[in-house]
Nanobody
Framework: QVLVVESGGGLVQAGDSLRLSCAAS????????MGWFRQAPGKEREFVAA????????YYADSVKGRFTISRDNAKNTMYLQMNSLKPEDTAVYSC???????????????????WGQGTQVTVSS
């Protein structure tokens, strides 16, 4: 069973930066496609960013492009999300997700991922 655990959330002010981490265990991390999703109160879960097994392919939602950077360290079995220029509308629970290999159709589709973390809260005050 693959276990994914997020960390690094917190309360920050608008314009600040934050780095989230996602550690995976129980599988071969270097084979996993990984993604970040977020869910704000009263809203549906939405795609944030994704990265392929090697890190050579990265994908972003338009709302975070240019501000967020996804990366991974396969030697540490860990994926990261560097979030800069945070806005109040970035406030949400951020969850990481994993799957073996690339998705069949769409990196942004939550159904493509098999394992999910519990999430970490990010709150951006104005």
């Amino acid at each position: 069973q693959v276990l994914v655990v997020e960390s690094g959330g917190g309360l920050v002010q608008a314009g600040d930066s934050l780095r989230l981490s996602c550690a995976a265990s129980g599988g071969t991390f270097s084979r996993f496609g990984m993604g970040w999703f977020r869910q704000a109160p009263g809203k549906e879960r939405e795609f944030v960013a994704a990265i392929n097994w090697s890190g050579s392919g990265t994908y972003y939602a338009d709302s975070v492009k240019g501000r967020f950077t996804i990366s991974r360290d396969n030697a540490k079995n860990t994926m990261y999300l560097q979030m800069n220029s945070l806005k109040p509308e970035d406030t949400a629970v951020y969850s990481c997700a994993a799957r073996v290999g690339d998705p069949w159709t769409d990196w942004a589709a939550s159904y493509e991922y098999d394992w999910w973390g519990q999430g970490t809260q990010v709150t951006v005050s104005s």
